[in-house]
């Protein structure tokens, strides 16, 4: 069992940063796959970035070049810096872990972006 909670979320400018955390419980951090998703009002929750056990990040293309997913397995963290905010960054986003069968979701953090 993984227990995930995220924070970093608020309000911020367009052209701003933010950065999210996501603190995972557990001595098994380092065995999962974890990523950011995000949802924004009326639809589908989609994919952000993810990072392999070894560090190995991808991105989807909307963020690619903007944001920055990292993890600190000795601190069972993961990050999401968040640079050149743009308002259809809005959403609501969410920390995941992943292994084998298992699928584990915070509790998400709101992010909006003004304009």
């Known amino acids: 069992q993984v227990q995930l909670v995220e924070s970093g979320g608020g309000l911020a400018q367009a052209g701003n940063s933010l950065r999210l955390s996501c603190a995972a419980s557990?001595?098994?951090?380092?065995?999962?796959?974890m990523g950011w998703f995000r949802q924004a009002p009326g639809k589908e929750r989609e994919l952000v970035a993810t990072?392999?056990?070894?560090?190995?990040?991808y991105y989807a293309d909307s963020v690619q070049g903007r944001f920055t997913i990292s993890r600190d397995n000795a601190k069972n963290t993961m990050y999401l810096q968040m640079n050149s905010l743009k308002p259809e960054d809005t959403a609501v986003y969410y920390c995941?872990?992943?292994?084998?069968?298992?699928?584990?979701w915070g509790q998400g953090t709101q992010v909006t972006v003004s304009s």
């Open positions: 995941n872990a992943r292994q084998a069968s298992y699928n584990y």
């Open positions: 557990g001595r098994t951090f380092s065995s999962y796959v």
């Open positions: 990072i392999s056990r070894n560090g190995r990040p």
